[in-house]
């Protein structure tokens, strides 16, 4: 990426060094760390100068000027902190006072809220207006979701370029005028798009709200633990709020990385948390169909004298569950199957690797070409990022699937086309083009014709294998000594094992076969009755949010999972399991402690350690006031 040229202006009286062309109330949020109040400008959704909020003095200029309005230039001189700039913002914020609500109380923005900061910042503990305030719609559903708040809305518009802009379609509207404006769903069509959880994030007052977060806790009553999700591939940076009495995890909300999903979550990983089974129905401990006795101890034993026991992994495993199940698999004999084909290894193996980072490959490309799947639907925050390219870039979009096309709304080339014509036909693209691929194709496609494909691409094109599990890249990372899907399958029609334990869902294929000569399942699971009829021993599983570890999305990116909550036993985590039998079988327990060590020897683009993953650390408090005090 090319350096940005950093130029010489001056604020408030200071000469300062910053990036030339960049948004001036970014740069001085960010590079100077100077706080300018605003509502309108998001840095992920772009200015727009309606608020008024963000007003500074510029010299040499008769009027007041919106800093979101206006880049970086040499020679700039302004004043964000004179008294005429604080009395005018002042005064913009009084008429966002005149009718909002004096609901703090129960609000459910309440201690995280711009709206209280600045007010208390400005000293406005008073109104000087004697007369009714504008009544307007409450607790209105408007999804399944959200809930909107009329009376609280300052009009900032964010939630309504977010839908035009990012989504493909206007969600939220402004309707009528002067102070009967409001914001609505246009039609009273709800919101039906899988981004909603968004319009909670970015709206800078309580009026979009989570209907699963709503009333259940106080910012000052939670703590955040940084994670990822593990919905998809993509791998997008979170954080989870665990509320401190209870030990529940409430909401999730995202943290910012530019090389993964900048600012948002998709509402599939967003409300995963609230798709678990009640406490009460969760499995929390081990649980043996047969005896009563020890689980584990009748496990080691039933491994240890199996003919041929097998180890079948789940997408969600993290690197050191997969490391510590090939570990306890070579001590046993078994063999450890990976959910994945054979192909797709293969195609792996062909592309180059490279020490761009994804945000890096995506800004320097000159087109985004996506093949074989509808973003939105399989890698959802991708869609969100090619509208951003779009928009704020003008980068080339090109789609190429036998679904509809998804990217209708922008100016973008989309082709309803097959593997097999698309890799014979090969139509034209830029000569810096970025692949998106997706493993739907890889499967389905011959691997002559995709040797092909990738020698014809030109040097300067990049292709991203899109996988579909949410650590599918890690296990193809160390796939040695693994086997993949397909040959498992083969393997039970041949009833070669005898021991099956299976480390999460059961494969659809698996479950069409027959399991008679099986003589022990085992299987982890969120609830008893999600188990597989012929699974006997019963273990705990645990969520995303539950574990501890890494994964390796599908650009290659090493990243850090933390435990939000404890469900069960630490004894009972797979891992802890398997490093006990571990030492049942004589193995010493610190040659499992630091597997990224071990991996990065490998992998040499692994950090070797936890504490080298570089981790994004900045959230919305970042841009805007929104922390308790």
């Not at 004697?130 to 809305?153: N, S």
């Not at 509808?374 to 789609?399: G, N, T």
Request: hydrophobic share 35%; proline share 4%.
């Amino acid at each position: 990426m090319t350096t940005p040229n950093l130029v010489k202006m001056k604020v408030n009286g200071q000469e300062v060094m910053l990036p030339e062309g960049k948004n001036l109330l970014q740069a001085l949020m960010e590079d100077i760390k100077t706080e300018i109040p605003h509502f309108c400008y998001h840095p992920g959704i772009g200015p727009e100068g309606s608020c008024r909020l963000c007003l500074v003095e510029v010299t040499g200029q008769p009027k007041m000027a919106t800093s979101c309005t206006m880049t970086v230039k040499e020679g700039l001189d302004i004043q964000t902190q004179s008294e005429v700039a604080k009395d005018a913002r002042k005064h913009v914020l009084e008429f966002f006072l005149l009718n909002h609500p004096l609901d703090c109380p129960f609000c459910d923005k309440g201690g995280e809220c711009p709206l209280q900061n600045y007010t208390i910042d400005a000293h406005q503990t008073e109104s000087r207006f004697d007369f009714a305030k504008e009544q307007k719609d409450k607790h209105k559903i408007i999804g399944d979701h959200i809930i909107l708040d009329k009376e609280r809305c300052v009009l900032c518009n964010r939630c309504v370029r977010f839908g035009s802009d990012f989504i493909g379609k206007e969600e939220l509207t402004i309707r009528n005028r002067g102070s009967h404006n409001e914001i609505d769903v246009p039609d009273n069509q709800p919101l039906t798009s899988g981004f909603t959880g968004n319009y909670a994030d970015f709206c800078p007052v309580g009026a979009l709200t989570t209907l699963e977060y709503r009333f259940k806790a106080r910012p000052w009553e939670m703590r955040t633990v940084d994670t990822v999700c593990g919905g998809c591939s993509v791998g997008c940076n979170m954080q989870a709020w665990r509320k401190e009495k209870t030990g529940e995890v409430l909401r999730l909300t995202p943290r910012v990385n530019h090389d993964v999903n900048q600012w948002w979550l998709c509402d599939k990983g967003r409300f995963s948390i609230h798709d678990l089974p009640a406490e009460g129905d969760r499995l929390i401990e081990p649980v043996d169909k047969r005896v009563a006795t020890d689980v584990f101890e009748k496990l080691f034993e039933t491994i240890k004298s199996a003919k041929a026991p097998a180890f079948v992994l789940d997408q969600s495993a993290t690197n050191e569950e997969i490391y510590i199940t090939k570990k306890l698999a070579n001590y046993s004999n078994a063999t450890v199957y990976a959910p994945f084909s054979s192909r797709l290894l293969a195609f792996r193996s062909l592309l180059p690797s490279t020490s761009l980072t994804f945000g890096q490959s995506f800004d320097q490309a000159q087109s985004i070409a996506v093949l074989g799947e509808k973003l939105e639907s399989d890698h959802p925050v991708l869609s969100l990022r090619l509208r951003r390219a779009f928009h704020q870039s003008q980068k080339s979009i090109f789609s190429y699937h036998e679904g509809e096309n998804e990217f209708s709304d922008i100016q973008s080339v989309f082709q309803k086309i097959s593997a097999k014509d698309y890799f014979e036909k090969k139509p034209n693209v830029d000569s810096s083009t970025l692949f998106l691929l997706s493993y739907k194709w890889v499967e389905t496609t011959p691997h002559e014709t995709l040797v092909s494909w990738v020698k014809s691409l030109p040097e300067s094109s990049q292709v991203v294998l899109l996988v579909n599990g949410s650590n599918e890249v890690g296990m193809m990372d160390q796939a040695t000594n693994m086997a993949p899907m397909d040959e498992m399958y083969q393997a039970i029609k041949n009833q070669k094992h005898d021991v099956v334990v299976l480390l999460g869902d059961m494969p659809q294929e698996l479950a069409l076969l027959d399991l008679s000569h099986v003589s022990t399942l085992v299987q982890t699971v969120y609830m008893a009755s999600a188990a597989h009829p012929q699974a006997l021993i019963l273990l705990p599983r645990a969520f995303f949010t539950e574990k501890t570890g890494t994964f390796t999305n599908t650009f290659g990116l090493v990243q850090r999972l933390r435990r939000a909550q404890r469900v069960f036993d630490r004894k009972y985590e797979t891992f802890e399991w398997m490093k006990a039998m571990l030492e049942n079988f004589g193995h010493h327990e610190e040659d499992v402690t630091n597997v990224l060590g071990i991996l990065s020897q490998e992998v040499k683009s692994y950090p070797k350690t936890l504490q080298a993953i570089v981790e994004s650390t900045v959230t919305y408090d970042h841009y805007e006031r929104t922390q308790w005090r």
